[in-house]
Protein backbone atom coordinates (compact mmCIF):
# COMPACT_ATOMS: atom_id res chain seq x y z
CA UNK A 1 0.00 0.00 0.00
CA UNK A 2 0.81 3.55 -0.86
CA UNK A 3 -0.56 6.63 1.00
CA UNK A 4 -0.20 10.05 -0.52
CA UNK A 5 -0.73 12.99 1.06
CA UNK A 6 -2.63 16.28 -0.63
CA UNK A 7 -0.57 19.83 -1.28
CA UNK A 8 -2.90 23.05 -2.04
CA UNK A 9 -2.37 26.45 -1.92
CA UNK A 10 -6.11 26.93 0.13
CA UNK A 11 -5.68 25.79 3.75
CA UNK A 12 -6.50 26.35 7.23
CA UNK A 13 -8.65 24.81 9.82
CA UNK A 14 -12.17 24.55 8.53
CA UNK A 15 -11.32 25.95 4.69
CA UNK A 16 -14.31 26.74 3.44
CA UNK A 17 -15.88 28.97 5.64
CA UNK A 18 -13.45 32.47 5.61
CA UNK A 19 -12.84 33.36 8.97
CA UNK A 20 -11.27 29.60 9.16
CA UNK A 21 -8.27 29.92 6.14
CA UNK A 22 -4.77 30.53 6.69
CA UNK A 23 -2.53 33.04 4.48
CA UNK A 24 -0.46 30.39 2.76
CA UNK A 25 3.08 31.20 0.89
CA UNK A 26 6.39 29.81 0.15
CA UNK A 27 7.41 29.35 3.99
CA UNK A 28 3.95 27.58 4.99
CA UNK A 29 4.26 25.26 1.71
CA UNK A 30 7.78 24.46 2.67
CA UNK A 31 7.22 23.50 5.85
CA UNK A 32 4.13 21.21 4.21
CA UNK A 33 6.48 19.12 2.35
CA UNK A 34 8.93 19.24 4.67
CA UNK A 35 6.63 17.19 6.50
CA UNK A 36 5.61 15.00 3.78
CA UNK A 37 9.35 14.23 2.52
CA UNK A 38 10.35 13.01 6.50
CA UNK A 39 7.29 10.58 7.08
CA UNK A 40 6.09 7.33 5.60
CA UNK A 41 4.28 9.22 2.98
CA UNK A 42 4.79 8.19 -0.82
CA UNK A 43 4.31 11.86 -1.74
CA UNK A 44 1.45 13.92 -2.35
CA UNK A 45 -1.28 14.78 -5.06
CA UNK A 46 -0.98 18.36 -5.91
CA UNK A 47 -4.16 19.33 -7.52
CA UNK A 48 -5.03 22.38 -9.36
CA UNK A 49 -8.52 24.70 -9.76
CA UNK A 50 -10.31 24.56 -13.89
CA UNK A 51 -10.38 27.90 -13.93
CA UNK A 52 -8.42 30.36 -10.96
CA UNK A 53 -5.61 29.78 -8.36
CA UNK A 54 -1.91 28.62 -7.98
CA UNK A 55 -0.37 26.40 -10.45
CA UNK A 56 0.79 23.02 -9.25
CA UNK A 57 3.55 22.76 -11.25
CA UNK A 58 5.16 26.03 -10.01
CA UNK A 59 4.42 24.73 -6.35
CA UNK A 60 5.76 21.39 -7.05
CA UNK A 61 9.05 23.13 -8.19
CA UNK A 62 9.35 24.79 -5.27
CA UNK A 63 9.12 22.19 -3.11
CA UNK A 64 10.77 19.89 -5.06
CA UNK A 65 14.16 21.94 -3.99
CA UNK A 66 13.62 21.82 -0.23
CA UNK A 67 12.74 17.67 -0.04
CA UNK A 68 14.52 15.07 -0.58
CA UNK A 69 12.28 11.88 -1.64
CA UNK A 70 8.39 12.39 -1.63
CA UNK A 71 6.64 12.52 -5.23
CA UNK A 72 4.86 15.00 -6.71
CA UNK A 73 1.34 13.97 -8.75
CA UNK A 74 1.01 16.95 -10.03
CA UNK A 75 -2.76 17.92 -12.05
CA UNK A 76 -2.73 18.45 -15.69
CA UNK A 77 -5.69 19.07 -17.53
CA UNK A 78 -4.98 18.19 -21.74
CA UNK A 79 -7.30 20.49 -22.71
CA UNK A 80 -5.07 23.30 -21.19
CA UNK A 81 -1.50 22.39 -22.43
CA UNK A 82 -0.17 21.26 -25.42
CA UNK A 83 0.95 17.85 -25.06
CA UNK A 84 4.24 18.50 -26.24
CA UNK A 85 5.05 21.32 -23.77
CA UNK A 86 3.73 18.97 -21.12
CA UNK A 87 6.33 16.33 -22.28
CA UNK A 88 9.17 19.28 -21.46
CA UNK A 89 7.84 20.15 -18.21
CA UNK A 90 7.87 16.54 -17.82
CA UNK A 91 11.14 15.86 -18.77
CA UNK A 92 12.95 18.56 -17.08
CA UNK A 93 11.24 18.06 -13.48
CA UNK A 94 11.62 14.38 -13.83
CA UNK A 95 15.36 15.40 -13.71
CA UNK A 96 15.75 18.14 -11.69
CA UNK A 97 13.54 16.55 -8.80
CA UNK A 98 15.56 12.75 -9.49
CA UNK A 99 12.37 11.03 -10.99
CA UNK A 100 10.09 12.35 -8.50
CA UNK A 101 6.86 13.04 -10.86
CA UNK A 102 3.56 11.48 -11.55
CA UNK A 103 1.21 12.91 -13.79
CA UNK A 104 -2.32 13.12 -13.00
CA UNK A 105 -4.72 13.48 -16.13
CA UNK A 106 -7.89 14.86 -15.08
CA UNK A 107 -9.96 15.72 -17.67
CA UNK A 108 -11.80 18.08 -15.49
CA UNK A 109 -15.60 19.49 -15.55
CA UNK A 110 -17.70 22.27 -17.44
CA UNK A 111 -15.91 25.07 -15.54
CA UNK A 112 -13.34 24.55 -17.87
CA UNK A 113 -15.30 26.78 -20.07
CA UNK A 114 -14.02 29.63 -17.92
CA UNK A 115 -10.13 29.02 -19.96
CA UNK A 116 -11.77 28.59 -23.18
CA UNK A 117 -12.69 24.72 -23.02
CA UNK A 118 -15.79 24.05 -24.36
CA UNK A 119 -15.53 20.21 -25.25
CA UNK A 120 -18.48 18.46 -23.31
CA UNK A 121 -17.82 15.56 -20.78
CA UNK A 122 -16.68 12.31 -23.39
CA UNK A 123 -15.32 14.42 -26.19
CA UNK A 124 -12.90 15.89 -23.02
CA UNK A 125 -11.90 12.52 -22.83
CA UNK A 126 -11.64 11.65 -26.74
CA UNK A 127 -9.40 14.63 -26.73
CA UNK A 128 -7.81 12.89 -23.83
CA UNK A 129 -7.16 9.61 -25.53
CA UNK A 130 -5.43 11.91 -28.73
CA UNK A 131 -3.03 13.98 -26.60
CA UNK A 132 -1.97 10.77 -24.53
CA UNK A 133 -0.90 9.05 -27.74
CA UNK A 134 1.28 12.00 -28.68
CA UNK A 135 2.82 12.67 -24.95
CA UNK A 136 3.45 9.06 -24.77
CA UNK A 137 5.49 9.35 -28.30
CA UNK A 138 7.26 12.54 -27.57
CA UNK A 139 8.82 11.81 -24.18
CA UNK A 140 8.83 7.77 -24.72
CA UNK A 141 11.87 7.60 -27.14
CA UNK A 142 9.86 7.44 -30.13
CA UNK A 143 11.85 8.20 -33.06
CA UNK A 144 11.32 12.05 -34.69
CA UNK A 145 9.25 13.86 -36.30
CA UNK A 146 6.49 13.02 -35.02
CA UNK A 147 3.37 13.61 -37.06
CA UNK A 148 -0.19 13.01 -35.78
CA UNK A 149 -3.51 13.58 -37.05
CA UNK A 150 -6.71 13.25 -34.69
CA UNK A 151 -9.94 14.86 -34.81
CA UNK A 152 -8.63 17.49 -31.85
CA UNK A 153 -4.83 17.30 -32.16
CA UNK A 154 -2.95 17.74 -35.37
CA UNK A 155 1.15 17.49 -34.84
CA UNK A 156 3.08 18.13 -37.68
CA UNK A 157 7.35 17.53 -37.06
CA UNK A 158 7.10 16.84 -32.90
CA UNK A 159 10.43 16.54 -31.46
CA UNK A 160 10.99 13.94 -29.15
CA UNK A 161 12.42 15.95 -25.81
CA UNK A 162 14.82 13.28 -24.50
CA UNK A 163 15.31 10.45 -21.86
CA UNK A 164 13.56 11.14 -18.22
CA UNK A 165 14.79 9.50 -15.49
CA UNK A 166 11.97 7.72 -14.73
CA UNK A 167 11.53 4.83 -17.77
CA UNK A 168 10.15 4.64 -20.56
CA UNK A 169 8.17 8.14 -18.42
CA UNK A 170 6.90 9.59 -15.29
CA UNK A 171 3.98 7.10 -14.55
CA UNK A 172 0.81 8.39 -16.00
CA UNK A 173 -2.37 8.49 -13.72
CA UNK A 174 -5.86 8.87 -14.79
CA UNK A 175 -8.63 10.47 -12.59
CA UNK A 176 -12.58 9.99 -12.85
CA UNK A 177 -15.53 7.91 -12.37
CA UNK A 178 -17.38 7.72 -15.61
CA UNK A 179 -16.86 5.05 -18.20
CA UNK A 180 -15.03 7.14 -20.42
CA UNK A 181 -12.60 7.81 -17.85
CA UNK A 182 -11.96 4.32 -17.14
CA UNK A 183 -11.46 3.68 -20.64
CA UNK A 184 -8.81 6.00 -21.11
CA UNK A 185 -6.89 4.77 -18.35
CA UNK A 186 -7.30 1.03 -19.94
CA UNK A 187 -5.74 2.35 -22.96
CA UNK A 188 -2.85 4.70 -21.76
CA UNK A 189 -2.80 5.01 -17.86
CA UNK A 190 -0.33 3.30 -15.14
CA UNK A 191 -2.70 4.26 -12.31
CA UNK A 192 -6.76 4.73 -12.39
CA UNK A 193 -7.61 7.02 -9.59
CA UNK A 194 -11.37 7.42 -8.82
CA UNK A 195 -12.73 9.62 -5.66
CA UNK A 196 -14.17 7.19 -2.62
CA UNK A 197 -17.35 5.53 -3.00
CA UNK A 198 -18.91 3.53 -0.20
CA UNK A 199 -16.65 0.10 0.10
CA UNK A 200 -19.24 -1.89 -2.15
CA UNK A 201 -19.82 0.02 -4.53
CA UNK A 202 -16.11 1.02 -4.71
CA UNK A 203 -15.01 -2.62 -4.52
CA UNK A 204 -17.46 -3.18 -7.37
CA UNK A 205 -16.15 -0.38 -9.55
CA UNK A 206 -12.57 -1.43 -8.88
CA UNK A 207 -13.48 -4.95 -10.27
CA UNK A 208 -15.39 -4.18 -13.33
CA UNK A 209 -12.02 -1.40 -13.82
CA UNK A 210 -9.38 -4.55 -13.60
CA UNK A 211 -11.79 -6.88 -15.74
CA UNK A 212 -11.33 -4.68 -18.53
CA UNK A 213 -8.02 -4.15 -18.27
CA UNK A 214 -7.19 -7.70 -18.02
CA UNK A 215 -9.74 -7.93 -21.59
CA UNK A 216 -6.73 -5.29 -23.45
CA UNK A 217 -4.17 -7.29 -21.13
CA UNK A 218 -3.03 -4.35 -19.41
CA UNK A 219 -2.47 -4.24 -16.11
CA UNK A 220 -3.14 -0.86 -13.93
CA UNK A 221 -2.82 0.03 -10.15
CA UNK A 222 -5.98 1.86 -9.08
CA UNK A 223 -5.74 4.59 -6.63
CA UNK A 224 -8.40 6.06 -4.03
CA UNK A 225 -8.62 9.60 -2.86
CA UNK A 226 -10.47 9.93 0.58
CA UNK A 227 -10.82 12.46 3.59
CA UNK A 228 -9.89 11.21 7.11
CA UNK A 229 -10.53 12.61 10.27
CA UNK A 230 -8.29 10.61 13.07
CA UNK A 231 -8.54 11.34 16.82
CA UNK A 232 -7.97 9.45 19.85
CA UNK A 233 -11.29 8.17 20.47
CA UNK A 234 -14.14 8.16 18.38
CA UNK A 235 -15.96 10.73 20.66
CA UNK A 236 -13.15 12.97 19.54
CA UNK A 237 -13.42 12.32 16.15
CA UNK A 238 -17.09 13.01 15.49
CA UNK A 239 -16.93 16.18 17.49
CA UNK A 240 -14.21 17.08 15.11
CA UNK A 241 -16.43 16.61 12.17
CA UNK A 242 -19.36 18.04 13.89
CA UNK A 243 -17.31 21.30 14.62
CA UNK A 244 -16.48 21.23 10.77
CA UNK A 245 -19.98 21.31 9.98
CA UNK A 246 -20.64 24.42 12.17
CA UNK A 247 -18.69 26.01 9.89
CA UNK A 248 -20.89 25.55 7.08
CA UNK A 249 -24.34 27.17 6.39
CA UNK A 250 -27.30 26.21 4.05
CA UNK A 251 -26.68 29.06 1.44
CA UNK A 252 -22.96 28.43 0.71
CA UNK A 253 -23.96 24.07 0.69
CA UNK A 254 -26.81 25.33 -1.65
CA UNK A 255 -24.33 27.23 -3.85
CA UNK A 256 -21.65 24.63 -4.59
CA UNK A 257 -24.07 22.22 -4.48
CA UNK A 258 -25.72 24.15 -8.09
CA UNK A 259 -22.16 24.70 -9.49
CA UNK A 260 -21.50 21.02 -9.01
CA UNK A 261 -24.50 19.84 -10.50
CA UNK A 262 -23.37 22.01 -13.47
CA UNK A 263 -20.08 20.39 -13.42
CA UNK A 264 -20.78 17.39 -15.61
CA UNK A 265 -18.85 14.55 -13.58
CA UNK A 266 -20.17 11.09 -12.72
CA UNK A 267 -17.72 10.93 -9.76
CA UNK A 268 -19.38 14.32 -8.34
CA UNK A 269 -22.93 13.00 -9.04
CA UNK A 270 -22.29 9.41 -7.36
CA UNK A 271 -20.42 12.03 -4.29
CA UNK A 272 -23.64 14.22 -4.52
CA UNK A 273 -26.21 11.42 -4.00
CA UNK A 274 -24.81 10.16 -0.69
CA UNK A 275 -25.61 13.61 1.19
CA UNK A 276 -28.73 14.54 -0.28
CA UNK A 277 -27.93 18.87 -0.19
CA UNK A 278 -28.96 19.39 3.08
CA UNK A 279 -26.88 19.73 6.13
CA UNK A 280 -27.38 17.33 8.62
CA UNK A 281 -28.46 18.17 12.38
CA UNK A 282 -25.33 16.11 13.96
CA UNK A 283 -22.76 14.87 11.57
CA UNK A 284 -23.43 11.41 12.66
CA UNK A 285 -26.44 11.56 10.52
CA UNK A 286 -24.25 10.49 7.59
CA UNK A 287 -22.34 8.04 8.75
CA UNK A 288 -23.58 4.97 6.01
CA UNK A 289 -21.20 2.53 7.58
CA UNK A 290 -19.37 2.23 10.96
CA UNK A 291 -16.49 5.36 10.44
CA UNK A 292 -17.66 6.31 7.19
CA UNK A 293 -19.31 9.51 6.55
CA UNK A 294 -21.08 11.08 3.90
CA UNK A 295 -21.32 14.37 4.39
CA UNK A 296 -17.85 15.89 3.28
CA UNK A 297 -19.24 16.78 -0.52
CA UNK A 298 -21.73 19.17 1.66
CA UNK A 299 -18.21 21.12 1.96
CA UNK A 300 -16.00 20.65 -0.72
CA UNK A 301 -15.42 18.97 -4.54
CA UNK A 302 -14.96 15.23 -4.66
CA UNK A 303 -15.67 12.76 -3.03
CA UNK A 304 -18.29 12.71 -0.17
CA UNK A 305 -16.77 9.77 1.95
CA UNK A 306 -14.52 10.94 4.59
CA UNK A 307 -13.34 7.79 7.29
CA UNK A 308 -13.76 9.24 10.89
CA UNK A 309 -12.54 7.57 14.59
CA UNK A 310 -9.44 6.39 16.35
CA UNK A 311 -6.54 5.34 14.18
CA UNK A 312 -7.41 1.58 15.06
CA UNK A 313 -10.38 2.02 13.19
CA UNK A 314 -9.76 3.97 10.58
CA UNK A 315 -6.64 1.95 9.15
CA UNK A 316 -9.02 -1.15 9.26
CA UNK A 317 -11.19 0.77 6.51
CA UNK A 318 -8.39 1.57 4.74
CA UNK A 319 -7.16 -2.25 4.87
CA UNK A 320 -10.52 -3.21 3.57
CA UNK A 321 -10.56 -1.08 0.59
CA UNK A 322 -7.13 -1.81 0.03
CA UNK A 323 -8.50 -5.46 0.17
CA UNK A 324 -10.78 -4.54 -2.39
CA UNK A 325 -7.96 -4.02 -4.66
CA UNK A 326 -6.84 -0.51 -4.07
CA UNK A 327 -3.05 0.19 -4.47
CA UNK A 328 -2.59 3.53 -3.53
CA UNK A 329 -4.67 6.07 -1.10
CA UNK A 330 -4.62 9.63 -1.37
CA UNK A 331 -5.60 11.08 1.87
CA UNK A 332 -6.27 14.57 3.35
CA UNK A 333 -7.88 16.47 6.73
CA UNK A 334 -7.44 20.17 7.07
CA UNK A 335 -5.21 21.91 8.30
CA UNK A 336 -2.34 19.97 5.70
CA UNK A 337 0.45 20.26 7.81
CA UNK A 338 -0.71 19.49 11.13
CA UNK A 339 -2.80 16.62 9.76
CA UNK A 340 -0.08 15.40 7.70
CA UNK A 341 2.08 15.17 11.14
CA UNK A 342 -0.93 13.41 12.79
CA UNK A 343 -1.75 11.09 10.02
CA UNK A 344 2.09 10.30 9.78
CA UNK A 345 2.05 9.55 13.79
CA UNK A 346 -0.69 7.66 14.30
CA UNK A 347 -2.10 6.73 11.23
CA UNK A 348 0.78 5.13 8.71
CA UNK A 349 2.40 3.11 11.24
CA UNK A 350 -0.76 0.77 11.23
CA UNK A 351 -0.69 0.05 7.40
CA UNK A 352 0.74 -2.23 5.13
CA UNK A 353 3.14 0.58 3.48
CA UNK A 354 5.57 -0.05 0.53
CA UNK A 355 8.89 0.33 1.51
CA UNK A 356 9.85 4.46 0.48
CA UNK A 357 13.03 5.87 -0.92
CA UNK A 358 15.90 5.60 0.90
CA UNK A 359 16.93 9.23 1.24
CA UNK A 360 14.81 9.42 4.01
CA UNK A 361 17.34 10.38 6.77
CA UNK A 362 18.64 13.65 4.58
CA UNK A 363 14.91 14.42 4.48
CA UNK A 364 14.17 13.66 8.46
CA UNK A 365 17.36 16.50 8.45
CA UNK A 366 15.60 19.06 6.60
CA UNK A 367 12.36 18.65 8.23
CA UNK A 368 13.48 18.99 11.88
CA UNK A 369 14.61 22.57 10.70
CA UNK A 370 11.54 23.20 9.05
CA UNK A 371 9.08 21.90 12.12
CA UNK A 372 11.33 24.01 14.47
CA UNK A 373 9.78 26.94 12.67
CA UNK A 374 6.73 25.71 12.00
CA UNK A 375 5.98 26.31 15.92
CA UNK A 376 5.52 30.04 14.37
CA UNK A 377 2.14 29.05 12.53
CA UNK A 378 0.70 26.67 15.09
CA UNK A 379 1.95 23.11 13.82
CA UNK A 380 1.54 20.28 16.34
CA UNK A 381 4.78 18.66 17.81
C1 LIG B 1 -7.57 11.64 -7.95
C2 LIG B 1 -8.30 12.75 -8.63
C3 LIG B 1 -7.73 14.02 -8.65
C4 LIG B 1 -8.37 15.06 -9.30
N1 LIG B 1 -7.76 16.29 -9.31
C5 LIG B 1 -8.36 17.30 -9.97
C6 LIG B 1 -7.74 18.58 -10.04
O1 LIG B 1 -6.65 18.79 -9.49
N2 LIG B 1 -8.39 19.56 -10.72
C7 LIG B 1 -9.60 19.38 -11.33
O2 LIG B 1 -10.13 20.32 -11.93
N3 LIG B 1 -10.20 18.17 -11.29
C8 LIG B 1 -9.63 17.15 -10.62
N4 LIG B 1 -10.24 15.93 -10.57
C9 LIG B 1 -11.58 15.81 -11.16
C10 LIG B 1 -11.58 15.40 -12.62
O3 LIG B 1 -11.11 16.46 -13.42
C11 LIG B 1 -12.99 15.06 -13.10
O4 LIG B 1 -13.80 16.21 -13.06
C12 LIG B 1 -13.68 14.09 -12.21
O5 LIG B 1 -12.85 13.02 -11.91
C13 LIG B 1 -14.99 13.61 -12.82
O6 LIG B 1 -14.77 12.83 -13.92
P1 LIG B 1 -15.83 11.73 -14.31
O7 LIG B 1 -17.03 12.41 -14.92
O8 LIG B 1 -15.15 10.82 -15.26
O9 LIG B 1 -16.21 11.01 -13.04
C14 LIG B 1 -9.62 14.86 -9.92
C15 LIG B 1 -10.19 13.58 -9.91
C16 LIG B 1 -9.54 12.55 -9.26
C17 LIG B 1 -10.21 11.20 -9.26
Known sequence: MEVYWYVFYVDGQYPWHASKTRHVDRRYLKALGATIDASGF???????????????????????????????????HPSLLSPTLLAKQALTFDHLSGGRL?????NGHAGLGAA??????????AHGAEYLDVYRRVIGGAPGPIDFQGKYLDIRGGQPVGKPIQSPYPPIWIGGSS?????????????????????????????????????????????????VVVRDT???????????????DQSAVDALQRGLRAGQSVG?????????????????????????????????????????????????????????????????????????????????PLLPLSPVDPQREAAERTARTFNNQLNGVGVRT
Do not use: C
Request: no cysteine; proline share 4%.
Open 42 to 76: HGALVATGAGGGWDPWVISSTLAAHTERMRFLIAV
Open 102 to 106: DINIV
Open 234 to 248: EAQAWAEVDTMLKYA
Open 268 to 348: QERASSLHGGRLPKHARDLEISPNVWAGYGLLRVGSSITLVGTPQQVAARLIEYHDAGVDKFILSHHPLPEEALRIADDLL
Open 179 to 227: DVAMDLAVAHGDVYASWAEPLDKHAAHIAAFRSAAAKKGRKVQTAMTVH
Open 116 to 125: GVHLQHDERY
